[in-house]
C-alpha cells in the first residue's frame, strides 16, 4: 500500500509557527544579562544588532515557560513571608538599571527583604530555570563557577542598586527541585565588567574573536557563527554602519546626517548605510572615501559598497559567491535602482526596481497601475 504523505498542516505546527513568529527585535541596550559573556564580540555584535534574533518556536515557548515560571517563584517567596518587590513602586514598571551613558542597562526580577539567609537584608532577587544537567552542575559548583555569567549579571544589578546581597533561585524544569544561593557583592567583579561594558561601547569595530578555530566549542553553537567563522554579511541597520556612534543618554548619533537617530529609524537604517568592514567576513578592505568602501574577496573580485554601488542591504541578502557578480553589475547598470532584494545558494539572485521606459512599453498590461515599476529580473544559472 502506498504510505500516506505526511500531513503539511497540524495543530501542533500551527501552535509553533505562532511562536516562531513572535521573535522580539534586538534589544535597544548593552544588556546586564550579557555583559558577563565569555566573548567580547558576542557582546559587542548583540549590541550592535548584527543580526536579529531568530529562535525557533518551540525556544521562544520555553522561555514564556521561565517567564511564567518566575510569578510562581516570586508567590512562592512572597508566601515564606519574603517581602518582595518585582515593579518600581514610583513607575509600577519592571524595575531597571542603567549606565555608561545610559548604553548599558537591565531589568531586575525583584528586590525582596525577609529572606531565610539574612531576614534584615535587601537583597536583588535573579531567578533561573534549568535543565536536569545545568541544575545538577549548579547544585555542585555554586552559581559563580556553574553560571558565571548570572553571577556577573546579580553584581551588576546590586553595583548599580548599591545593594550587598542577592539571592539566585533555581528551579529544575525536570523535577521542581529548588536551589538557592545567597550571594555577596563583589566589588572587583562589578568593577571589571564596567570597564569592559565601556571598553565596547566605544569600540568602532568588532573585538577579536574568541577564537580562530571554528570548530571551537563556544563558536559552534553561537549566533554569530556564520558572521565570525563563515560568509555572511551582518544586517543593515544604524548600528552595523560606519556613520553612526553612541552618545550620551542611550542615544545614537548619525555622522552622515548629522541627526540624532530614534530607536525605530536605527532599525530601519537608509541607503547611505556603510558598513563597518569587519562585518563583511568574505573581503577585505583596499580603498574608501567617506560614502563608499571598495572590497576585495579571496577569489580576487572587487566591489564597492555604499550609494550608486552595492548597497548594504543588497549585501545582507546576497550570498557571498553573488557578490560582484558582472551579470549583476550589469543589471543594476541597465536598470538604475535595481537592488539584489534576496539570493540563495547555487540558485538565483532575484533583483527588484524601477523598469526603465523601454520595459514598460513591453510590459504584459502597460496600464497596469504603479506597481509595473516593480520589476523581477531573476538571473538564473549563477551557480555557487
Ligand atoms: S562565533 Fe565565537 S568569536 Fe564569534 S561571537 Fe560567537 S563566540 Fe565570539
Ligand atoms: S547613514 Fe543611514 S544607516 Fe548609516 S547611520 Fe546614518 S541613517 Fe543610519
Known amino acids: 500500500m502506498t504510505a500516506l504523505p505526511e500531513p503539511s498542516k497540524s495543530t501542533a505546527k500551527a501552535i509553533m509557527q505562532l511562536w516562531g513568529s513572535r521573535n522580539e527585535p534586538n534589544r535597544p541596550h548593552m544588556g546586564c544579562s550579557i555583559i558577563g559573556h565569555a566573548c567580547d564580540r558576542y557582546i559587542w555584535l548583540t549590541w550592535r544588532w548584527a543580526k536579529s534574533p531568530d529562535f525557533e518556536g518551540r525556544l521562544l515557548r520555553l522561555f514564556d515557560t521561565g517567564k511564567r515560571e518566575e510569578e510562581r517563584l516570586n508567590q512562592d517567596l512572597k508566601d515564606i513571608g519574603v517581602e518582595l518587590y518585582t515593579v518600581d513602586q514610583d513607575t509600577g514598571k519592571q524595575i531597571t538599571v542603567s549606565a555608561c551613558g545610559g548604553h548599558l542597562a537591565g ?10 539567609e539574612a531576614p534584615k537584608s535587601w537583597a536583588v532577587v535573579e531567578q533561573k530555570t534549568h535543565s536536569a544537567k ?14 558565571p555569567q548570572h553571577f556577573v549579571q546579580m553584581q551588576m544589578y546590586m553595583g548599580l542598586l548599591q545593594l550587598e546581597r542577592a539571592l539566585y533561585l533555581a528551579k529544575n524544569k525536570d523535577n521542581e527541585e529548588i536551589y538557592s544561593e545567597w550571594v555577596h557583592f563583589d566589588q572587583d567583579t562589578f568593577t571589571k565588567h564596567m570597564i569592559r561594558a565601556d571598553r565596547l561601547i566605544v569600540a568602532t569595530e568588532p573585538p577579536e574573536k574568541l577564537s580562530n578555530d571554528p570548530a571551537w566549542y563556544e563558536c559552534k553553537w553561537c549566533d554569530f557563527y556564520e558572521l565570525c567563522h563563515g560568509q555572511r554579511a551582518a544586517e543593515a541597520n544604524c548600528r552595523t554602519c560606519c556613520h553612526a556612534s553612541p552618545v550620551a543618554k542611550g542615544a ?32 577585505k578592505p583596499i580603498d574608501g572615501s567617506t560614502n563608499s ?14 550609494p550608486g554601488h552595492w548597497l548594504s542591504s543588497e549585501l545582507a541578502v546576497t550570498v557571498h559567491t553573488m557578490v560582484g557578480d558582472k551579470v549583476i553589475d550589469e543589471i543594476k547598470e541597465a536598470f538604475p535602482g535595481a537592488k539584489v532584494v534576496a539570493s540563495e545558494f547555487g540558485g538565483f539572485a532575484d533583483l527588484e526596481g524601477d523598469f526603465d521606459e523601454e520595459l514598460k512599453k513591453d510590459a ?6 504603479k506597481a509595473t515599476a516593480q520589476n523581477k529580473a531573476f538571473i538564473k544559472g549563477m551557480r555557487k
Open 107 to 116: 531589568s531586575v526580577d525583584g528586590i525582596g527583604k525577609g529572606f531565610p
Open 134 to 147: 545545568s541544575f545538577a552542575d549548579l547544585q555542585k559548583k555554586g552559581v559563580r563557577e556553574s553560571k
Open 252 to 283: 545614537w548619533h548619525c555622522d552622515s546626517i548629522n541627526i540624532d537617530l530614534k530607536e525605530k529609524d536605527q532599525r530601519k537604517g537608509c541607503d547611505g548605510h556603510l558598513y563597518i568592514p569587519p562585518l563583511i567576513p568574505y573581503a
Open 293 to 306: 568602501v571598495t572590497y576585495q574577496k579571496t577569489d580576487g573580485t572587487t566591489f564597492t559598497n555604499g
Open 364 to 369: 504584459p498590461d502597460p496600464k497596469k497601475e
